[in-house]
Nanobody
């Protein structure tokens, strides 16, 4: 089982990035996928969630209107389009897969290693 994030990097405030989370080794289309982010020394923060069929999404208030989560079950991949990035979006972004819709970290069975997003002017 693997979840591999990519697409992170250094970007200026106001810029955009698209993160990808590529899955393998399990029935991806049956899983809820959530993006989390974490800054060193702080608690992990839920960013966005998408249901297994992509019909429903949820976002943290801090990213609503700026970030969009989507998925392509044919490619076993979830995306996080991040626009109008702010310095406070700097974090390590990780994707997680679980069988039920939940805000609890413990509900997720599989985790990626994360990709760093850094805002810098």
């Amino acid at each position: 089982v693997r979840l591999v994030e990519s697409g992170g990097g250094l970007v200026q405030p106001g810029g955009s990035l698209r993160l990808s989370c590529a899955a393998s080794g399990f029935t991806f289309s049956g899983y809820v996928i959530t993006w989390y982010r974490q800054v060193s020394g702080k608690e992990r923060e839920l960013v966005a969630t998408i249901t297994s069929d992509g019909s429903n999404t949820n976002y943290a208030d801090s990213v609503k209107g700026r970030f969009t989560i989507s998925r392509d079950n044919a490619k076993n991949t979830v995306y996080l389009q991040m626009n109008s990035l702010k310095p406070e979006d700097t974090a390590v972004y990780s994707c997680a897969a679980g069988l039920r819709l939940s805000t609890a970290v413990s509900a997720y069975d599989y985790w990626g290693q994360g990709t760093q997003v850094t805002l810098s002017s």
